[in-house]
């Protein structure tokens, strides 16, 4: 089965890089998700094998879901340590960007990046990769960026030397991009990826419940009232949106990481081709994040760089809106009108 994915110039070129660097630095986007940090924190024990020591850093804070990953304690917060991150980006001598295809993805971590006068390499499975002076490796048919690491470990020749810990950061990665493969997720090299990760004895089974059966109650209680109050279904278009304000997080006690994966939930309505989620700012007024899921051959990255100031993957996509929550809703009520013909066309069938 074909695994590597580096040209034999991109392979010696990564092998020279980490040769000759003493201060690397790992970092990946704003708001990191399990491929971010899953695909930090492996590539990050894999430079350990080679002798080398990596700092991951990151703009903030990462869900609650994923304490349990080891070496997570390691990473540093760029929102908490500000001067300590400003310091590493100019000493750094590599620089390998994760899961992100633009600095912007960065916000205000993103001018350390682009001023540090380190060599960078950009892993990434997102369309569109944009790094001036930077080694690329772009993929967007690759199920996460962890699929893009393991393939990357593979090929250098580090499988042998992995870790344990280092393969049940990738699996998570991959397990969390892919809904515990439910989508994006069809190639079967992903599953001879899956069966080399359970060679290194990671529990599989006890992965999946630390990542989606940790809620708090009352991120249960949210869900509840969100899907009975807040589900918006519009049958003739086969699509659905609910919004989530400020008010209500503060009400059921919102941690980071509590709405993860709510967005798939409206796509069990038999039927149904599009979710939309709309989620205030817990913090910043004034600022709606978008999270958009599909199925089959519904762009909603498409739609996410139209109406929404995003983008993603055919299935999965996301944005970020500069406006109210009502404002928001009428935005997507546009969006839906605009893709009405392609919403109604050929519903999936169950």
Request: with cysteine; aromatic share 8%.
């Amino acid at each position: 089965m074909q695994i590597d994915i580096l040209t034999d110039s991109e392979a010696a070129t990564i092998r020279e890089l980490i040769a000759a660097s003493q201060r690397i630095i790992i970092c990946c986007h704003k708001s990191p998700d399990g491929d971010a940090i899953g695909s930090s924190l492996g590539w990050a024990e894999y430079l350990s094998t080679q002798g080398k020591a990596a700092s991951v850093v990151i703009p903030d804070m990462f869900p609650d879901f994923l304490r349990w990953m080891a070496n997570v304690e390691k990473i540093v917060r760029h929102d908490k340590h500000k001067e300590q991150v400003a310091t590493m980006f100019q000493q750094a001598d590599l620089i390998f960007c994760l899961d992100f295809n633009e600095p912007s993805r960065l916000e205000d971590m993103q001018q350390l990046l682009l001023e540090s006068p380190a060599k960078k390499v950009m892993i990434d499975h997102h369309l569109n990769p944009k790094l001036q002076d930077a080694l690329i490796i772009s993929h967007p048919e690759m199920s996460s960026t962890s699929e893009l690491v393991f393939r990357i470990i593979w090929q250098l020749g580090g499988f042998e030397a992995m870790t344990r810990k280092g393969a049940a950061s990738i699996y998570c990665g991959m397990m969390t991009d892919t809904g515990g493969f439910t989508f994006n997720s069809s190639m079967p090299e992903i599953y001879f990826i899956i069966g080399q990760l359970l060679t290194k004895r990671i529990n599989k089974d006890k992965i999946y419940r630390k990542v989606y059966n940790n809620y708090s109650s009352w991120a249960i209680r949210l869900r509840g009232y969100i899907l009975y109050k807040k589900l918006n279904v519009i049958d003739h278009l086969h699509a659905s949106y609910f919004t989530m304000t400020r008010h209500e997080m503060e009400q059921f006690h919102f941690m980071k990481g509590d709405a993860e994966g709510l967005v798939n939930i409206p796509l069990q309505i038999k039927g149904m081709k599009l979710s939309v989620s709309l989620r205030e700012d817990n913090q910043q007024d004034g600022v709606v994040w978008v999270s958009l899921r599909s199925v089959d051959d519904f762009p909603c990255n498409k739609m996410a760089e139209e109406f929404f100031n995003g983008g993603g993957h055919l299935n999965a996509s996301g944005g970020k809106l500069l406006c109210s929550i009502r404002e928001a809703e009428e935005i997507v009520r546009k969006a839906l009108t605009q893709y009405e013909d392609m919403l109604k066309r050929c519903p999936h069938s169950r």
